[in-house]
T-cell receptor, first 115, second 114 residues
Framework: EDQVTQSPEALRLQEGESSSLNCSYT??????LFWYRQDPGKGPEFLFT???AGEEKEKERLKATLTKKESFLHITAPKPEDSATYLC????????????????FGQGTILTVHP | GAVVSQHPSRVICKSGTSVKIECRSL??????MFWYRQFPKKSLMLMAT?????????EQGVEKDKFLINHASLTLSTLTVTSAHPEDSSFYIC??????????FGPGTRLTVL
């Protein structure tokens, strides 16, 4: 069974204080690792998809990296508007190795950035 | 811009009534859509996978007679909560895969059953 563990559960930063969120995973055949941002009362907003170890993707102050066992979401010089819950999810290969396996989510990291 | 829409965003109903939630993929066809439920301060729980033109696949523990899913077209899936009770109050979110493996989520529907 696929598993995703995110740490820390909550992270409080001062504006401009860079940090990283961790996502550890186990999956039988990684089809993709996904990062989402979720604001209170809203659906998850897609950030990144990573497919293979060594891959990196960037968007504004966020950079996601991937190894064979974990992914990091690096936040550089965060601003208060970056405050949200960040969700990590993995998808393995479904039955037969071709169909979609379901997304397995971690519990999320609640990020609060103080001005 | 938005890739998946949901309607309504909020609904309040009396116990025993049925509620329908619509999920639409915008500007793309989605042969597969997903329905999730999220409890306060918890992660998303997959309820069912909806396939266009066929019966939905429900996750273990999800009552298929309580949560009716219809995927009538390539851009529309509906979730009907039948005979709703207060314990069905929750945040329901739909999702669809667009262009490869990335799954996009709708804005969610807050259901409150009185």
């Amino acid at each position: 069974e696929d598993q995703v563990t995110q740490s820390p559960e909550a992270l409080r930063l001062q504006e401009g204080e860079s940090s990283s969120l961790n996502c550890s995973y186990t999956v039988s055949g990684l089809r993709g690792l996904f990062w989402y941002r979720q604001d209170p009362g809203k659906g998850p907003e897609f950030l990144f998809t990573l497919y293979s170890a060594g891959e990196e993707k960037e968007k504004e102050r966020l950079k996601a990296t991937l190894t064979k066992k974990e992914s990091f979401l690096h936040i550089t010089a965060p601003k208060p508007e970056d405050s949200a819950t960040y969700l990590c999810a993995v998808r393995g290969y479904g039955a037969g190795g071709t169909s979609y396996g379901k997304l397995t989510f971690g519990q999320g990291t609640i990020l609060t950035v103080h001005p | 811009g938005a890739v998946v829409s949901q309607h309504p965003s909020r609904v309040i109903c009396k116990s025993g009534t049925s509620v329908k939630i619509e999920c639409r993929s915008l500007d793309f066809q989605a042969t597969t859509m997903f329905w999730y439920r999220q409890f306060p301060k918890k992660s998303l729980m997959l309820m069912a996978t909806s396939n266009e033109g066929s019966k939905a696949t429900y996750e273990q523990g999800v009552e298929k007679d309580k949560f009716l899913i219809n995927h009538a077209s390539l851009t529309l899936s509906t979730l009907t909560v039948t005979s709703a009770h207060p314990e069905d109050s929750s945040f329901y979110i739909c999702s669809a895969i667009r262009g490869g493996d990335t799954q996009y989520f709708g804005p969610g529907t807050r259901l409150t059953v009185l």
